[in-house]
Protein backbone atom coordinates (compact mmCIF):
# COMPACT_ATOMS: atom_id res chain seq x y z
CA UNK A 1 0.00 0.00 0.00
CA UNK A 2 2.99 2.41 -0.61
CA UNK A 3 1.90 5.91 -1.89
CA UNK A 4 4.07 7.20 -4.69
CA UNK A 5 4.30 9.87 -7.22
CA UNK A 6 3.63 12.37 -4.40
CA UNK A 7 5.31 15.12 -6.67
CA UNK A 8 3.12 14.47 -9.90
CA UNK A 9 0.30 16.80 -11.09
CA UNK A 10 -3.00 14.86 -10.23
CA UNK A 11 -5.61 14.18 -12.17
CA UNK A 12 -8.81 16.40 -12.31
CA UNK A 13 -11.86 16.45 -13.82
CA UNK A 14 -10.85 18.85 -16.56
CA UNK A 15 -8.40 16.36 -17.24
CA UNK A 16 -11.21 13.93 -17.84
CA UNK A 17 -13.32 14.88 -20.11
CA UNK A 18 -16.44 12.55 -20.93
CA UNK A 19 -16.66 10.40 -17.73
CA UNK A 20 -19.82 12.01 -16.20
CA UNK A 21 -22.73 9.94 -15.29
CA UNK A 22 -25.40 10.06 -17.47
CA UNK A 23 -28.09 10.96 -14.67
CA UNK A 24 -30.74 9.42 -17.35
CA UNK A 25 -29.02 6.04 -17.69
CA UNK A 26 -30.80 4.21 -14.92
CA UNK A 27 -28.72 0.77 -14.86
CA UNK A 28 -25.32 3.25 -15.77
CA UNK A 29 -26.04 5.24 -12.38
CA UNK A 30 -26.72 1.66 -10.52
CA UNK A 31 -23.15 0.37 -11.49
CA UNK A 32 -21.12 3.26 -11.01
CA UNK A 33 -22.48 3.90 -7.40
CA UNK A 34 -22.24 0.01 -6.68
CA UNK A 35 -18.26 0.79 -7.98
CA UNK A 36 -17.87 3.13 -5.81
CA UNK A 37 -19.13 2.56 -2.83
CA UNK A 38 -17.08 -1.39 -3.40
CA UNK A 39 -14.04 1.43 -3.74
CA UNK A 40 -15.05 3.15 -0.69
CA UNK A 41 -14.94 0.27 1.98
CA UNK A 42 -12.22 -1.07 0.90
CA UNK A 43 -10.23 1.91 1.11
CA UNK A 44 -11.64 2.34 4.67
CA UNK A 45 -10.62 -1.09 5.53
CA UNK A 46 -6.91 -0.31 4.89
CA UNK A 47 -6.95 2.98 6.53
CA UNK A 48 -6.28 4.70 3.87
CA UNK A 49 -7.47 8.56 3.32
CA UNK A 50 -8.95 9.40 -0.18
CA UNK A 51 -5.96 11.90 -0.90
CA UNK A 52 -3.47 9.19 -0.19
CA UNK A 53 -5.22 6.79 -2.66
CA UNK A 54 -5.46 9.57 -5.00
CA UNK A 55 -1.48 10.14 -4.63
CA UNK A 56 -0.99 6.60 -5.17
CA UNK A 57 -3.41 6.07 -8.28
CA UNK A 58 -2.85 10.20 -10.03
CA UNK A 59 -5.87 11.20 -8.81
CA UNK A 60 -6.86 14.41 -6.79
CA UNK A 61 -8.65 13.96 -3.88
CA UNK A 62 -12.21 15.37 -5.04
CA UNK A 63 -11.79 12.79 -8.20
CA UNK A 64 -11.50 10.34 -5.61
CA UNK A 65 -14.62 11.47 -3.67
CA UNK A 66 -16.63 11.82 -7.00
CA UNK A 67 -16.02 8.78 -8.17
CA UNK A 68 -16.97 6.89 -4.26
CA UNK A 69 -19.97 9.03 -4.33
CA UNK A 70 -21.05 7.41 -8.06
CA UNK A 71 -20.55 10.54 -9.83
CA UNK A 72 -17.42 9.62 -11.86
CA UNK A 73 -17.38 7.07 -14.15
CA UNK A 74 -13.37 5.56 -13.32
CA UNK A 75 -11.03 4.56 -16.07
CA UNK A 76 -10.57 0.79 -16.30
CA UNK A 77 -6.86 1.70 -15.42
CA UNK A 78 -7.90 3.23 -12.47
CA UNK A 79 -9.81 0.63 -10.99
CA UNK A 80 -6.79 -2.14 -11.65
CA UNK A 81 -4.14 0.47 -9.74
CA UNK A 82 -6.67 0.87 -7.02
CA UNK A 83 -6.80 -3.03 -6.58
CA UNK A 84 -2.79 -3.15 -6.19
CA UNK A 85 -2.99 -0.25 -3.93
CA UNK A 86 -5.64 -1.69 -2.16
CA UNK A 87 -5.08 -4.94 -2.08
CA UNK A 88 -8.48 -6.15 -3.49
CA UNK A 89 -7.55 -9.36 -5.07
CA UNK A 90 -9.18 -8.36 -8.27
CA UNK A 91 -12.44 -7.36 -7.07
CA UNK A 92 -12.30 -4.04 -8.30
CA UNK A 93 -10.61 -5.23 -11.23
CA UNK A 94 -13.31 -7.34 -11.93
CA UNK A 95 -16.20 -4.64 -12.30
CA UNK A 96 -13.67 -2.87 -15.57
CA UNK A 97 -16.52 -4.81 -17.87
CA UNK A 98 -19.82 -3.43 -16.63
CA UNK A 99 -17.91 -0.08 -16.30
CA UNK A 100 -16.49 0.37 -19.99
CA UNK A 101 -19.69 -0.39 -21.16
CA UNK A 102 -21.58 2.65 -18.80
CA UNK A 103 -18.90 4.83 -20.40
CA UNK A 104 -21.50 5.02 -23.79
CA UNK A 105 -25.02 6.19 -23.88
CA UNK A 106 -27.78 3.64 -23.65
CA UNK A 107 -28.31 4.24 -27.67
CA UNK A 108 -24.86 3.01 -28.28
CA UNK A 109 -25.18 0.05 -26.03
CA UNK A 110 -28.36 -0.71 -27.80
CA UNK A 111 -26.90 -0.35 -30.98
CA UNK A 112 -23.53 -2.15 -30.44
CA UNK A 113 -25.58 -4.92 -29.00
CA UNK A 114 -27.40 -5.93 -32.60
CA UNK A 115 -24.19 -5.05 -34.25
CA UNK A 116 -22.68 -7.90 -31.78
CA UNK A 117 -25.15 -10.39 -33.43
CA UNK A 118 -25.67 -9.60 -36.62
CA UNK A 119 -24.14 -12.12 -38.85
CA UNK A 120 -24.31 -9.63 -41.69
CA UNK A 121 -25.13 -6.12 -41.93
CA UNK A 122 -25.59 -3.74 -44.51
CA UNK A 123 -24.78 0.15 -44.05
CA UNK A 124 -25.43 3.49 -46.42
CA UNK A 125 -24.79 6.79 -45.06
CA UNK A 126 -25.11 9.75 -47.58
CA UNK A 127 -24.10 12.55 -44.80
CA UNK A 128 -20.89 11.36 -43.53
CA UNK A 129 -18.27 8.32 -43.32
CA UNK A 130 -20.19 5.40 -41.30
CA UNK A 131 -19.37 5.64 -37.60
CA UNK A 132 -17.99 2.34 -37.57
CA UNK A 133 -15.13 3.30 -40.30
CA UNK A 134 -14.26 6.86 -38.69
CA UNK A 135 -11.15 7.21 -36.65
CA UNK A 136 -11.28 9.08 -33.46
CA UNK A 137 -10.13 11.87 -34.31
CA UNK A 138 -12.66 12.18 -36.98
CA UNK A 139 -15.58 10.97 -34.72
CA UNK A 140 -14.51 13.91 -31.92
CA UNK A 141 -14.41 16.53 -35.21
CA UNK A 142 -17.63 15.75 -36.37
CA UNK A 143 -19.21 15.84 -33.02
CA UNK A 144 -17.86 19.36 -32.30
CA UNK A 145 -19.31 20.93 -34.96
CA UNK A 146 -22.92 19.81 -33.92
CA UNK A 147 -25.22 22.56 -33.28
CA UNK A 148 -26.37 23.55 -30.69
CA UNK A 149 -23.04 22.67 -29.66
CA UNK A 150 -22.42 19.52 -27.60
CA UNK A 151 -20.39 19.48 -24.14
CA UNK A 152 -16.78 18.12 -23.91
CA UNK A 153 -17.88 15.80 -22.10
CA UNK A 154 -20.60 14.55 -24.80
CA UNK A 155 -18.43 14.88 -27.41
CA UNK A 156 -15.83 11.85 -25.60
CA UNK A 157 -18.91 9.90 -24.66
CA UNK A 158 -20.50 9.79 -28.01
CA UNK A 159 -16.58 9.14 -29.76
CA UNK A 160 -15.64 6.74 -27.11
CA UNK A 161 -19.14 4.99 -28.22
CA UNK A 162 -18.48 4.76 -31.90
CA UNK A 163 -14.69 3.50 -31.49
CA UNK A 164 -15.98 0.72 -28.83
CA UNK A 165 -18.18 -0.76 -31.44
CA UNK A 166 -15.51 -0.79 -34.06
CA UNK A 167 -15.11 -3.83 -31.87
CA UNK A 168 -17.19 -6.25 -34.62
CA UNK A 169 -14.03 -5.84 -36.72
CA UNK A 170 -12.41 -8.57 -34.30
CA UNK A 171 -15.45 -10.63 -33.53
CA UNK A 172 -14.44 -14.62 -34.55
CA UNK A 173 -16.47 -15.29 -36.58
CA UNK A 174 -16.67 -12.10 -38.09
CA UNK A 175 -19.41 -10.74 -39.68
CA UNK A 176 -20.23 -9.90 -43.48
CA UNK A 177 -20.36 -6.16 -43.64
CA UNK A 178 -20.92 -3.64 -46.30
CA UNK A 179 -20.69 -0.58 -46.45
CA UNK A 180 -21.47 2.44 -49.37
CA UNK A 181 -19.66 6.04 -49.10
CA UNK A 182 -20.09 8.75 -50.65
CA UNK A 183 -17.62 10.15 -52.90
CA UNK A 184 -17.90 13.69 -51.68
CA UNK A 185 -17.57 12.61 -47.92
CA UNK A 186 -14.38 11.72 -48.40
CA UNK A 187 -13.31 14.84 -50.48
CA UNK A 188 -14.49 17.27 -47.87
CA UNK A 189 -12.50 17.54 -45.07
CA UNK A 190 -15.07 17.68 -41.92
CA UNK A 191 -13.28 18.32 -38.38
CA UNK A 192 -10.20 19.73 -40.19
CA UNK A 193 -7.66 18.66 -43.37
CA UNK A 194 -5.54 17.30 -40.79
CA UNK A 195 -7.67 14.43 -39.73
CA UNK A 196 -8.39 13.61 -43.82
CA UNK A 197 -5.11 11.48 -44.47
CA UNK A 198 -5.99 9.55 -41.28
CA UNK A 199 -9.08 8.82 -42.24
CA UNK A 200 -9.12 7.78 -46.03
CA UNK A 201 -5.80 5.41 -44.26
CA UNK A 202 -8.38 3.52 -41.88
CA UNK A 203 -10.98 3.61 -44.76
CA UNK A 204 -7.81 1.18 -47.05
CA UNK A 205 -7.13 -0.74 -43.94
CA UNK A 206 -10.72 -1.63 -43.23
CA UNK A 207 -11.61 -2.43 -46.84
CA UNK A 208 -8.79 -5.00 -47.22
CA UNK A 209 -10.67 -7.25 -44.42
CA UNK A 210 -11.84 -10.13 -45.72
CA UNK A 211 -15.09 -9.92 -44.48
CA UNK A 212 -15.82 -6.23 -45.79
CA UNK A 213 -17.22 -4.89 -49.13
CA UNK A 214 -16.59 -1.46 -49.37
CA UNK A 215 -18.00 0.80 -51.95
CA UNK A 216 -17.93 4.31 -53.09
CA UNK A 217 -20.78 6.15 -55.06
CA UNK A 218 -19.15 8.65 -57.74
CA UNK A 219 -20.12 12.17 -57.58
CA UNK A 220 -20.60 11.86 -61.55
CA UNK A 221 -23.62 9.01 -61.27
CA UNK A 222 -26.49 10.70 -62.84
CA UNK A 223 -28.68 7.55 -61.04
CA UNK A 224 -28.98 7.32 -57.48
CA UNK A 225 -31.61 5.27 -55.46
CA UNK A 226 -30.21 7.07 -52.19
CA UNK A 227 -31.34 10.04 -52.49
CA UNK A 228 -34.18 9.04 -49.83
CA UNK A 229 -31.50 8.72 -47.05
CA UNK A 230 -29.33 6.36 -45.01
CA UNK A 231 -30.08 2.43 -44.63
CA UNK A 232 -29.04 0.25 -42.06
CA UNK A 233 -30.39 -3.58 -42.41
CA UNK A 234 -28.78 -6.32 -40.02
CA UNK A 235 -29.20 -10.10 -40.63
CA UNK A 236 -28.98 -12.60 -37.94
CA UNK A 237 -28.23 -16.36 -37.31
CA UNK A 238 -31.89 -17.04 -36.47
CA UNK A 239 -33.25 -15.76 -39.72
CA UNK A 240 -34.62 -12.75 -38.46
CA UNK A 241 -33.97 -9.10 -39.85
CA UNK A 242 -33.87 -5.88 -38.37
CA UNK A 243 -33.84 -2.40 -40.34
CA UNK A 244 -33.75 1.36 -40.36
CA UNK A 245 -34.16 4.43 -43.11
CA UNK A 246 -35.48 7.59 -42.32
CA UNK A 247 -38.26 7.33 -45.44
CA UNK A 248 -39.21 3.99 -43.41
CA UNK A 249 -41.24 4.03 -40.37
CA UNK A 250 -39.86 7.78 -39.34
CA UNK A 251 -37.08 5.94 -39.31
CA UNK A 252 -37.51 3.26 -36.67
CA UNK A 253 -36.25 -0.15 -36.58
CA UNK A 254 -38.73 -2.70 -38.75
CA UNK A 255 -38.95 -6.04 -38.88
CA UNK A 256 -41.63 -6.41 -40.77
CA UNK A 257 -41.15 -7.95 -44.49
CA UNK A 258 -42.84 -5.49 -46.70
CA UNK A 259 -40.66 -2.48 -45.57
CA UNK A 260 -37.55 -4.95 -45.28
CA UNK A 261 -38.00 -5.92 -48.95
CA UNK A 262 -37.71 -1.93 -49.77
CA UNK A 263 -34.48 -1.14 -47.87
CA UNK A 264 -33.19 -4.29 -49.23
CA UNK A 265 -34.74 -3.20 -52.55
CA UNK A 266 -32.91 0.09 -52.30
CA UNK A 267 -29.83 -1.33 -51.16
CA UNK A 268 -29.14 -3.79 -53.47
CA UNK A 269 -29.27 -0.94 -56.40
CA UNK A 270 -27.14 1.62 -54.49
CA UNK A 271 -24.54 -1.39 -54.45
CA UNK A 272 -25.05 -1.60 -58.37
CA UNK A 273 -24.69 1.71 -58.89
CA UNK A 274 -21.73 2.66 -57.03
CA UNK A 275 -18.07 1.61 -57.71
CA UNK A 276 -17.11 -2.14 -57.45
CA UNK A 277 -15.09 -2.38 -53.99
CA UNK A 278 -11.27 -2.71 -56.43
CA UNK A 279 -12.94 0.51 -58.01
CA UNK A 280 -13.34 1.79 -55.01
CA UNK A 281 -9.87 1.16 -53.07
CA UNK A 282 -8.17 2.94 -56.21
CA UNK A 283 -10.47 6.16 -55.69
CA UNK A 284 -9.54 6.40 -51.83
CA UNK A 285 -5.65 6.01 -53.13
CA UNK A 286 -6.17 8.73 -55.44
CA UNK A 287 -7.55 11.11 -53.19
CA UNK A 288 -4.89 10.10 -50.50
CA UNK A 289 -2.06 11.07 -52.80
CA UNK A 290 -3.71 14.60 -53.20
CA UNK A 291 -3.87 15.01 -49.59
Given amino acids: MSVDGAAQRLKTEADEPGWEVDPDDDWGVAVVATVGRQLRLRRESVGMRAAELGTATGYGEDLIYKIESGKRIPRPEFLDKADEVLGASGLLSAMKEDVAKVRYPKKV???????????????????????????????????????????????????????ARQSIFQRDPAPEISFVLEEWTLRRPLGGRSLRRPQLERLLEVGQLR??????????????????????????????????????????PVTERKQLHILELRYGIIRAQALTPRESSALIEQLLGET
Fill in 109 to 163: RALAKMEGKAVEIQLYDPLNIHGLLQTPEYARGLLMMRRPAYTQDEVERMAAGRM
Fill in 211 to 252: NVELQVMPLDREEHAGVDGGIEVLKFGDGSVVGRSPVVANGR
